[in-house]
């Protein structure tokens, strides 16, 4: 049991190291579960890709998701997954919101299918196994809302 406990800390060496890389998340999809006057249901998903030369496992996301400048959710998830050595996996989180109060805006950015809209992802990625590290995360986009309307 001591010597799995050890061969399992030989990977986490390279969080403390010099040699750890951080990972870098997208936002790369928007799913609508369900649309409601009250309540909407998204899910969000993130591509996780792990640069390092050892797997890196993931234990949570806190995020804060905007849509130009309404933000469109914003939680912590605590879903684990273990992303390959110089990989990536996709990791999925749904969300439960209300963007009532932003009707109008959101009806306007709806109007024109073919504008793209910006989107802002700030957070944090929790990796590790004990203790672990949360890594910075930052980026924005846009996304073209006739992409997610049927027709």
Sequence with gaps: MLLSLLGGMAGCSTWFSGNFKD?????????????RLLEQQFMLRFRIDNPNDHSLPVRGLIYTVHLNDVELASGE???WLTVPANSFEYYEVPVHTNLWRHMKYIVRLLEKPDRPISY?????????????????????????PGNFIPE
């Design 23 to 35: 990972p870098e998340v997208e936002l790369t999809k928007v799913d609508i579960i369900k649309a």
């Design 77 to 79: 998830s605590s879903g």
């Design 120 to 144: 802002r992802l700030a957070g944090e990625l929790k990796t590790g196994l004990m203790g672990g590290r949360r890594v910075h995360i930052s980026n924005n986009g846009e996304i073209i």
